[in-house]
């Protein structure tokens, strides 16, 4: 089993300085060609996959090394310095933040026009799009995504690093598709966090599994036997993780999706997953009819750890990891070396 969780850092207003990006970007650019040198460029997916050596990175590119902006400044560096180096490298960067990131499944479009990619794009594209849904969705914690980087090789291994914003908090997610034995079974790569919610609603969780399955064969049943139950629902005195997820229902909103689903008959809840308009509610509403009706709960667990760069001496915000500051010294030190 992976361990599975969510970076999340304090939101800092600004932006990195003109003088301090482009340098992040020439650095950047650097460290990138040097480990493809060595291993190639599936290894920049599984380091950047890595939240101990994504927040390492950070670091070293000098910008701050807990703010939530080291996510999208890091990666906005990368695609910069990668740029016109993609089919030498053999590494694409699709998205970015805010309206670009609703620009990666084109950009992935345009790589596949423009390289000799050994997989379809619009295999690439469905996996980004999952991947979002998945994070803004299936793991309802509060983060709404703002943030979505793509990084593919021309192989067809691919990596994403997305982040979501909840009052002035953010949280990333790491994904690397090497790792992922099934996209609905705990498949992000080991993110971490030191602020964990009581409750979250993690429909991807393996803990999860029969609630899949019992959602699914509830989206094949008439909408308005679903909306009855939803209504019933909305009656019932329940503990308070039901309360919260039932009172912001809209039954009769939600029956034009159900109607979807009803004459779809998904095969499995991943095809469930990815209908267009089958969002948040839709999917709560349908797990809490499995848990409440059924007696299928699903995973109420927030996946959640925690990660910085190396730790503290003090054992803030967690003890030195030795190992994985003896890995970056090395590191560090091969490069100048060379």
């Known amino acids: 089993m992976h361990r599975t969780g969510i970076a999340?850092?304090?939101?800092?207003?600004?932006k990195a300085p003109p003088w301090l990006f482009q340098r992040m970007v020439k650095l950047g650019r650097e460290i990138v060609r040097l480990i493809i040198e060595d291993n190639g460029p599936e290894e920049i997916l599984r380091r950047i996959s890595d939240p101990?050596?994504?927040?390492?990175?950070?670091?070293?590119?000098?910008?701050?090394?807990h703010s939530s902006g080291v996510t999208t400044t890091v990666c906005g560096a990368l695609k910069e310095g990668l740029r016109g180096r993609e089919k030498e490298w053999g590494l694409v960067i699709a998205g970015g933040k805010g309206a670009t990131s609703r620009k990666t499944p084109a950009e992935i479009v345009a790589a596949g026009n423009k390289f000799p990619l050994s997989h379809d794009p619009n295999e690439l594209v469905y996996q980004s799009r999952l991947t979002a849904k998945i994070d803004n969705n299936a793991i309802q914690d509060g983060f709404q995504l703002y943030h979505h980087n793509f990084f593919f090789t021309l192989g067809g291994s691919w990596a994403v690093v997305q982040q979501g914003m909840n009052d002035r908090f953010a949280r990333r997610y790491h994904w690397h598709s090497e790792k992922i034995e099934s996209p609905i079974r705990d498949p992000h790569t080991a993110i971490c966090?030191?602020?964990?919610?009581?409750?979250?609603?993690?429909l991807v969780a393996a803990d999860s599994a029969p609630a899949q399955a019992m959602i699914t064969e509830l989206s094949h049943e008439h909408p308005e036997?679903?909306?009855?139950?939803?209504h019933k629902l909305q009656t019932f005195s329940l503990p308070s993780h039901h309360e919260v997820t039932v009172r912001d229902l809209r039954p009769e909103s939600i029956e034009k999706i159900l109607l979807k689903t009803y004459e779809a008959k998904a095969a499995d809840f991943q095809a469930l997953l990815a209908m267009p308009g089958v969002g948040g509610k839709t999917l709560r509403a349908l797990a809490l009819i499995a848990e409440i009706t059924y007696g299928t709960p699903a995973s109420w667990k927030d996946p959640v750890k925690f990660s910085f760069a190396h730790g503290g001496k003090d054992g803030h915000?967690?003890?030195?990891n030795r190992q994985v500051y003896d890995e970056s010294i090395d590191f560090l030190r091969r490069r100048l070396e060379r």
């Open 8 to 14: 999340e850092l304090p939101l800092h207003g600004g």
């Open 52 to 65: 101990y050596w994504f927040q390492s990175l950070g670091c070293v590119l000098g910008f701050d090394w």
């Open 193 to 202: 966090s030191d602020l964990q919610r009581e409750r979250t609603l993690n």
């Open 225 to 230: 036997k679903l909306v009855a139950e939803l």
């Open 317 to 320: 915000p967690y003890p030195v």
